[in-house]
């Protein structure tokens, strides 16, 4: 039980531990205070970034972890992600930065599905490395993804894939052989294709929204806008028992409210946009009609103040004694050091405005991620503090700010239309999506010719028929055959794109001749050994099942040639008594015109004829009936997942969706 829950808690966790990394000859020592100075250091780097980012549950943080269980002291933290995976890829780019900012140090970083980094490149990593042989072999060093090789014929350098290496044994390989250990190109391009756009991305994901909310959380969020995470999730994963603390709102009454723009992260603002909530009366809250201009303004206001009644219901104000000055603080004066060694403050004079809102900015990031742990208060106690320490309220003021505040960002990438999910499929499927469109161009190109240079050039209408031509059908049968030409073993098949080796191919002289050796010549006697376990019961049904066999064979031998022809007199059998059965109905005929014609034409005087005579078998249009076959079951589908779909996609083969309501209602 405690394993379970010790797996349960670290869902959406994501763990990275930063190891030093000593040059060959080096008597560096890994000592707390070494590793403890580099750690602000760290922060003080990455501080300009960590700042405006917004959390949805837990801030990157750092510190010393000492030797244990065989793992070097390093410098770790792990970090809670819950439903916003756009943090564990920000951490995986901050690591990036920091291994290239000092490269001494190699990151390792992973989560509860393991090297989640493999899983981005999992199209282009070499065959031997799999979950079962990938501990302890990936890291990020100097800005670049590494990975432990396996010892071949043109580099001994590596470890073997049958030994787990030890982070000591794995930290000393890439000080030696960092070249060596560097990924391939196609992999390092495909982890940094997931990390395009930061830090720039960092506002990308983040949406301005005008809301409706009491004065306190107001001048709240003014100073800390990174509280508004904790007070979404509080709204969002509430429970009848926290909404009793919402019937009275002590610590923001409602009627208080003010317009002032809020920060979110796009995934907080979709969890407070999509839920369906209505204020108890009791509440104070109204909301005005759907057709109200400021509607929206005023329900995720409401929502908002919800979550902070609830943050600030389940605790106390810690103390009503002010708190010690951070200049109290050993660590502040070296870490201020370090945030003017890298131009936090960007030559602004000390005293200004600006300078006093960078140092607060600090001062705020300082408390969550340096300080020590046990001085870090809750969301909840957080927000009663500053509203014990600021001033006291100026609605006046506060109203005043209302006409200067800034332009919301639109909500229309809520809106997710068929197109944008097929684009957003096609580019993370990467190399997928281009195998299917060269599947389609060629099998194209294979029945209809090269197109005209002169048709290239026309507008956008035309752009649009070869988007639609694209999807052919002929590239769905070709992409089957294709798939099951791949190599299969007990791991699983081969997709097209990932197979190596030459496509499958048949002949049937090299068929008849293997037949010829395996049925022509003399059965081998077998060994006598082979048989000392059996039981004297079995041995005398043998030799009465070896008499029945002997008698109809006869002394004569069979060749490879009579037992094709058998084989194929067996199959004429079966046909014939399969077209007695409607089975064949329900398969496509290459040439049903012609067979319809001949039955046609019979007299029925001839019937009877007929009926002893061997029936022509008509030969199956085998594409035609897989394409039928597949098409009605994506249909069947309606849109949702299915193995049609499944199948169609690992393969690189994209289909529009199905808008004849005529096939719709016939499935």
């Known amino acids: ?84 995976v756009d943090d564990e890829w920000f951490i995986v780019y901050l690591l990036k930065q920091i291994t290239e900012a000092f ?23 070499p065959k031997w490395l799999n979950p079962d042989t990938s501990e302890n072999r990936v890291f990020l060093y100097r800005g670049e993804l590494h990975i432990l090789p396996c010892p071949s014929h043109s580099s001994p350098v590596g470890i073997s894939k049958e030994v787990v290496p030890s982070v000591a044994q794995a930290v000393v390989l890439l000080a030696t052989h960092p070249e060596a250990c560097k990924a391939s190109p196609k992999i390092c391009s495909a982890l940094n294709t997931r990390l395009k756009g930061y830090p720039g991305k960092i506002r990308a994901n983040q949406h301005q929204a005008h809301c409706f909310v009491p004065a306190g959380i107001a001048v709240v969020l003014a100073q800390r806008p990174d509280l508004v995470a904790p007070a979404v999730s509080a709204f969002y994963l509430r429970d009848p028992v926290d909404l009793q603390a919402c019937r009275s709102f002590k610590s923001f009454p409602p009627d208080s409210r003010v317009l002032t723009s809020v ?27 759907r057709s109200h201009p400021q509607y929206k303004a005023h329900e995720l206001g409401m929502k908002l103040a919800h979550g902070f009644e609830i943050l600030c219901s389940k605790c106390h104000l810690p103390s009503s004694e002010p708190n ?42 300082f408390k969550q991620s340096v300080a020590s742990k046990s001085s870090i208060l809750s969301p909840g106690e957080e927000v009663l503090q500053l509203l014990h320490t600021c001033t006291p309220l100026n609605l006046e003021e506060l109203k005043k700010q209302e006409s200067q505040l800034p332009q919301e960002d639109s909500d229309s990438w809520l809106d997710i239309t068929a197109q944008d999910l ?81 496509p499958f191919s048949f002949d049937p002289d090299s068929l008849t001749s293997a037949l010829d050796r395996l049925l022509g010549r003399k059965e081998e006697e077998l060994d006598s050994d082979d048989l000392d376990d059996d039981d004297d019961d ?27 022809d058998s084989l194929r007199t067996y199959m004429d059998q079966m046909d014939q008594e399969l077209m007695g059965t409607n089975i064949g109905q329900s398969f496509s005929l290459s040439n049903p015109n012609k067979a319809s014609s001949e039955s046609s034409s019979i007299h029925p005087s001839d019937s009877l004829q007929e009926e002893g005579e061997a029936e022509e078998i008509q030969p199956l249009d085998v594409d035609l009936n897989l394409v039928t076959n597949l098409l009605e079951s994506l249909s069947s589908q309606d849109g949702l997942a299915g193995p049609a779909s499944s199948l169609l996609q690992s393969l690189g083969i994209h289909l529009p969706p199905n808008s004849d309501p005529v096939i719709k209602e016939t499935m």
């Open 103 to 125: 490269p001494e140090l190699a990151a390792r970083v992973e989560d509860n599905d393991g090297e989640f980094l493999l899983i981005e490149a999992a199209d282009y990593l």
């Open 324 to 365: 010690a000055p951070m200049s109290c603080n050993p660590q502040w004066k070296g870490f201020m050091d370090s945030l003017k060694r890298n131009g936090y403050f960007r030559g602004e004079l000390e005293g200004s405005a600006n300078h006093r809102h960078l140092t607060r900015s600090a001062e705020n990031f």
């Open 538 to 564: 079995d041995d005398a049904d043998e030799d009465e099942e070896e008499e029945k066999e002997e008698q109809p064979s006869g002394p004569a031998e069979m060749s490879g040639t009579e037992a094709l």
């Open 422 to 502: 097929e684009r957003m499929l096609q580019e993370r499927s990467g190399g997928r999506a281009d195998v299917g469109r060269r599947n389609a161009t060629s099998a194209k190109h294979h029945v209809q010719g090269v197109d005209n240079v002169e048709e290239r050039k026309k507008g956008m209408e035309d752009d649009k028929e070869k988007e639609e031509a694209g999807y052919s059908l002929v590239a769905v049968s070709q992409g089957m055959k294709n798939f099951l030409n791949a190599v299969s073993s007990h791991e699983g098949a081969e997709l097209p794109w990932t197979s190596t080796s030459q």
């Open 263 to 289: 920060t979110f992260t796009r995934c907080l603002y979709a969890q407070l946009q999509q839920q369906q909530f209505s204020p108890d009366r009791r509440s104070g809250f109204t909301l005005p009609p």
């Open 1 to 84: 039980m405690d394993t379970l829950q010790s797996r349960l808690a670290q869902e959406d966790v994501v763990q990275y531990k930063l190891f030093l990394i000593q040059p060959v000859g080096s008597t560096l020592q890994h000592s707390e205070d070494h590793l403890s100075g580099l750690t602000e250091e760290i922060l003080a780097k990455v501080a300009p970034l960590l700042m405006q980012y917004i959390w949805q549950c837990q801030a990157f943080n750092l510190k010393y972890n000492p030797e244990k269980g065989g793992v070097p002291a390093h410098i770790g933290g792990s970090t809670y992600f819950g439903d916003n």
